[in-house]
């Protein structure tokens, strides 16, 4: 009666452990999404990113908790972490893992951070000076874009292949890069971001020769760009005055390109002070005006040689970057190669273990079935000792009718040596309870006496349908014992059925919803037309109990 608290407290302190588990990895959980959440609002304020310790950490967690979803954000904010950071191999490597990320088979893909990762790719890749590399990833940004509906990704997309194909030298694809994207940023209503893909379409146009249609969109780009009404020029929007210049060179009207070549002078930027200066210098050159030419040819060269050694200070920090990516990977494959060795020696002692696991389940196998081998045998021996015992107990029946008492006297005495061998191979078999024991472990007993103390729970028919099945089982010479005496209906072989499971009168009559005077007189009955005794319906009882 003790075992059954224990367990209950056992069972109780593994589902408090559980749950415990449960709420403190989904607290963590909640804790880490917020940190990516919180990591993401940062990026997106455009806020300088450089705690890779935090992204790492999200990461690493990410990678072994979170959804696709989750992992590729994660790694897309190391990999803006890396770049704000100067570092743009490793920036390269976390957006490239972040893309890997991405489920697109799933209809949840988050394909607006997937476009963003391939425009981060992209832009590094123009930084290194690999086009066709960023052509391709321009293109991935074009696909993702278009399946996150996301209209101005995808003609930004089509935009900056212009600059792609501008490094590669294939002028008439950035025209038509730049027309397309012209056209859709028009007719989606990006009217300021349409009228930016002209000056370099204006230019392009200007030296093949065509100034009837770079003059059209000029007119367009005047009378559309907001910048042109402001005093001040910013960033490079100056070199639009320098192609401008040009355009008027084109079309011999050299005092208006004079003009334009002085107004982009007075940029800041040092690519359009050098073009500005180029073209001055070519325009009193057409001139012949020699004192211009050696003024803006010696200013030229020195704005050369100062964008030369800014774009070379650029390009030895690229270098160094490399270098030390390089470095790195060196040091990885090392530690590689030696995880690689460990992990062979963890092979070699799984595999060992592995081993030595199979001999001893061989040999646990081995040992029972030889066990259930012998218990076959017994098993044998007890069905041959049941039959014995019933075909000496239909003897004594016939040697009931015949009144053979001194005969009759000898096979009740072989029908208890049978009971005391049965008795012993069923321990044998089972030593660990006896068949009483057995009967009284069974679900349909228990069953059985909830109900005998509940007078007002139903017994059903599967109830008496299964305590049938179980006595069958457990005492299978029950039955057939029973009928081979009188063929008694169901009610009478239920009342026997009680009997033998020692339950007692007060339970039975519960269980039969009879009362006490109709199962004495109903025992007394069966007494005298199964066993052909008169007598006390304990009797009866005793004979139905010595059945097993």
């Given at each position: 009666m003790m075992k059954k608290?224990?367990?209950?407290?056992?069972?109780?302190?593994?589902?408090?452990?559980?749950?415990?588990?449960?709420?403190?990895?989904?607290?963590?959980?909640?804790?880490?999404?917020?940190?990516?959440?919180?990591l993401q609002a940062h990026n997106q304020a455009d806020s300088l990113m450089t705690d890779d310790s935090l992204a790492s950490a999200?990461?690493?967690?990410?990678?072994?908790?979170?959804?696709?979803?989750?992992?590729?954000?994660?790694?897309?904010?190391?990999?803006?972490?890396?770049?704000?950071?100067?570092e743009a191999p490793q920036a390269l490597e976390e957006y490239h893992r972040a893309a890997e990320c991405a489920d697109t088979t799933t209809a949840d893909c988050d394909y607006h951070i997937l476009t963003r990762i391939h425009a981060q790719t992209a832009n590094l890749f123009y930084e290194q000076l690999m086009p066709n590399e960023m052509l391709g990833e321009l293109k991935r940004m074009y696909a993702s874009a278009q399946s996150a509906n996301d209209t101005l990704s995808k003609i930004c997309s089509v935009e900056w292949q212009s600059i792609a194909y501008d490094l590669l030298g294939e002028t008439d694809s950035v025209s038509a890069a730049l027309l397309e994207a012209y056209a859709e940023y028009s007719d989606c209503g990006y009217k300021d971001m349409a009228v930016n893909c002209l000056p370099v379409l204006i230019d392009l146009l200007v030296n093949k020769g065509d100034y009837e249609q770079a003059k059209i969109y000029i007119?367009?780009?005047?009378?559309?760009?907001?910048?042109?009404?402001?005093?001040?020029?910013?960033?490079?929007?100056?070199?639009?005055?320098?192609?401008?210049?040009?355009?008027?060179?084109?079309?011999?009207?050299?005092?208006?390109?004079?003009?334009?070549?002085?107004?982009a002078l007075a940029s800041l930027g040092n690519n359009t002070r050098e073009a500005a200066l180029k073209g001055l210098y070519e325009l009193f050159k057409r001139r012949n005006m020699t004192d211009s030419v050696a003024k803006y040819a010696d200013l030229c060269y020195k704005t050369s040689v100062e964008r030369f050694t800014e774009s070379n200070a650029e390009k030895l920090r690229h270098m160094h970057s490399l270098y030390d990516y390089s470095r790195n990977q060196s040091v990885a494959a090392q530690m590689t190669i030696k995880a690689d060795r460990n992990q062979h020696r963890l092979n070699v002692v799984i595999i060992v273990a592995v081993f030595a696991v199979a001999a001893f389940i061989f040999f646990i196998v081995s040992a029972r079935r030889k066990k259930e081998k012998e218990l076959a045998l017994l098993r044998e021996q007890f069905q041959r000792e049941i039959e014995q015992q019933i075909c000496v107990k239909n003897e004594i029946l016939q040697l009931q009718k015949k009144e053979y008492e001194a005969l009759l006297q000898q096979k009740e005495d072989e029908v208890a040596k049978h009971?005391?061998?049965?008795?012993?191979?069923?321990?044998?078999?089972?030593?660990?309870?006896?068949?009483?024991?057995?009967?009284?472990?069974?679900?349909?007993?228990?069953?059985?006496?909830?109900?005998?103390?509940?007078?007002?729970?139903?017994?059903?028919?599967?109830?008496?349908?299964?305590?049938?099945?179980?006595?069958?089982?457990?005492?299978?010479?029950?039955?057939?014992?029973?009928?081979?005496?009188?063929?008694?209906?169901?009610?009478?072989?239920?009342?026997?059925?009680?009997?033998?499971?020692?339950?007692?009168?007060?339970?039975?009559?519960?269980?039969?919803?009879?009362?006490?005077?109709?199962?004495?007189?109903?025992?007394?009955?069966?007494?005298?037309?199964?066993?052909?005794?008169q007598g006390k319906p304990d009797s009866f009882d005793k004979i139905i109990k010595s059945i097993s």
């Open positions: 608290p224990i367990r209950t407290i056992v069972v109780a302190c593994h589902l408090i452990i559980i749950i415990g588990l449960v709420t403190a990895c989904s607290a963590d959980g909640s804790r880490m999404r917020r940190q990516l959440h919180a999200l990461c690493i967690w990410f990678d072994s908790h979170g959804t696709p979803n989750e992992r590729m954000l994660a790694h897309y904010l190391m990999g803006r972490t890396w770049a704000d950071k100067g007119d367009i780009y005047e009378n559309n760009a907001n910048w042109l009404r402001n005093d001040k020029i910013s960033g490079d929007q100056g070199i639009y005055y320098y192609y401008l210049g040009n355009y008027y060179v084109g079309v011999n009207s050299l005092d208006s390109a004079e003009y334009y070549y002085r107004t009971q005391e061998a049965i008795e012993a191979i069923r321990l044998a078999i089972n030593p660990q309870s006896s068949i009483e024991q057995q009967i009284a472990d069974t679900d349909i007993y228990k069953r059985f006496e909830y109900l005998a103390l509940n007078f007002n729970k139903r017994v059903y028919a599967d109830d008496w349908k299964n305590l049938g099945a179980m006595i069958d089982d457990m005492l299978p010479h029950f039955r057939p014992t029973l009928y081979a005496q009188y063929h008694i209906d169901e009610k009478d072989y239920r009342l026997c059925m009680l009997i033998r499971l020692h339950f007692s009168l007060s339970q039975i009559g519960i269980l039969l919803g009879e009362n006490s005077q109709y199962l004495s007189k109903r025992r007394k009955a069966l007494l005298s037309k199964m066993f052909h005794q």
